[in-house]
């Protein structure tokens, strides 16, 4: 739960609906801008109970994924994780190829020519 609630939907609150069903692949930061809303005031209204209960029901409806429910931004930011843990994964394993190539030979210390 939220920690701001919206106590009722209006006309800009259905206005962001249909821009998030029109919109799924976009980020909420074009929303806010689209809206003329501040980005908080954006996530204030997507992430209230109220909201989030209508807009998965009219995404249901209109046979959409939610993309902006909470659930899926969680699996997008567990992905984008799982990226950047394997994009460090296969550094390291470059590195330290990189490093073992070129290691100095044995018996030799400090400046070997």
């Known amino acids: 739960m939220a920690e701001k609630q919206i106590k009722r939907l209006n006309y800009r609150h259905d206005a962001i609906m249909r821009w998030l069903l ?7 930061s074009v929303c806010a801008a689209e ?5 908080g005031h954006l996530s204030v209204v997507i992430n209230s ?4 209960a209508i ?15 909470f659930a899926n931004r969680a699996i997008s930011i567990q992905s984008k994780i799982y990226d950047k843990i ?4 296969d550094e ?13 030979p ?4 400090g400046v070997c020519f």
């Open 49 to 52: 109970d109220l909201f989030q």
């Open 106 to 109: 044995r018996g030799c210390s």
């Open 55 to 69: 807009y998965q029901a009219a995404a249901k409806e209109a046979g959409e994924i939610a993309a902006h429910s």
């Open 22 to 28: 029109l919109n799924p692949e976009k980020p909420l």
């Open 35 to 39: 809206m003329e809303l501040s980005e």
């Open 86 to 89: 394997e994009e460090r994964i």
């Open 92 to 104: 390291d394993r470059f590195s330290e190829r990189f490093f073992r190539y070129f290691e100095a």
